[in-house]
């Protein structure tokens, strides 16, 4: 059985850093499609960033790029999100999702692309 387990959130202060942990079990992270997304209340959930196990291909999302950095630790099966000068709309709930392969039309920025989600984890940053 599949699962993935984030950890790392936390409250912090306009600024501030946080690394987010994705943890994989039941599924090798050697050649999959891992991606971090958000939702906050009374909003869709969005894509944040995403990364290809297998070759590296990253992608980020506008409101993160340059503040955001996705990578893996293959060794610990484990997928990371390192956040740094978050910033007030940066507070939501984040979810680690895996697929293994994307269907025709799939995207990275689209929750339907993955099979797999984590429970998530609270990121509330304060002004």
């Known amino acids: 059985q599949v699962q993935l387990v984030e950890s790392g959130g936390g409250s912090v202060q306009a600024g501030g850093s946080l690394r987010l942990s994705c943890a994989a079990f039941?599924?090798?992270?050697?050649?999959?499609?891992m991606g971090w997304f958000r939702q906050a209340p009374g909003k869709e959930r969005e894509g944040v960033a995403a990364?290809?196990?297998?070759?590296?291909?990253?992608y980020y999302a506008d409101s993160v790029k340059g503040r955001f950095t996705i990578s893996q630790d293959s060794a610990k099966n484990t997928v990371y999100l390192e956040m740094n000068n978050l910033k007030p709309e940066d507070t939501a709930r984040y979810y680690c999702?895996?697929?293994?392969?994307?269907?025709?039309?799939?995207?990275?920025?689209?929750?339907?692309?993955?099979?797999?989600w984590g429970q998530g984890t609270q990121v509330t940053v304060s002004s």
């Open positions: 039941g599924y090798t992270l050697s050649s999959a499609w």
């Open positions: 999702a895996a697929d293994p392969r994307w269907k025709y039309g799939d995207t990275w920025y689209s929750p339907s692309s993955y099979s797999y």
């Open positions: 990364i290809y196990t297998g070759g590296g291909t990253i």
